[in-house]
């Protein structure tokens, strides 16, 4: 008897000894399952765990020139730390224009000449050697340098204060 299921937003039937992998999209032998939670089969097969290790593996960036490669170089001649709070994590260190109408402005130039933004910012900063039109700020701070225009945090504060 087919087992009717909803998964990922489609339904779908299983045949019996067979198990639907979530991530080959496809039936495969049930024993190709290993036990999940609550004891029933996981929703990945065996296979579908060690390729997905392999590729996390082979996702390291490491490749001179990617950018990856060019970010570490940017976060090493800056000090890979949020010049407004400190924050160490790599993960949340970005590159920040000092002023906000040069990158305006570079911005403008990128979308003539068809290049990406971060890419063009991270090889101006190597190329110049790290000039302090630049600095590393953390995704948070930059939220904030970006939003807090106007007075707009004292306005939220005062807000906030209200019923
Ligand atoms: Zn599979
Ligand atoms: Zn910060």
Known sequence: MPRKGYRKGYLYQEPPGQ???????A????????PGSGGKPSSWCRLAYTEYR????????????SQAYRRIK?????????AACGNTDPL???????????ARQQ????????????????????????????QILCSN????????VGGRAEWYA??????
């Open 54 to 65: 392999r590729k996390e593996r082979e996702g390291v960036p490491r490749a001179h020139g």
């Open 92 to 102: 949340v260190l970005q590159l920040d224009h000092v002023d906000p109408e040069l």
């Open 107 to 134: 911005k403008a130039l990128c979308k003539e000449r068809g290049r990406k933004f971060s890419t063009f910012a991270y090889e101006d900063a190597i190329a110049r050697n790290y000039p302090d039109t630049y």
């Open 141 to 148: 701070c930059n939220s904030r340098k970006r939003l807090d």
């Open 74 to 82: 940017v976060l090493q001649g800056y000090g890979a730390k949020c």
């Open 19 to 25: 198990r639907y992998c979530v991530f080959h999209k």
């Open 27 to 34: 039936l495969h032998p049930l024993e190709e399952f290993p």
């Open 158 to 163: 005062e807000m906030l204060k209200k019923e």
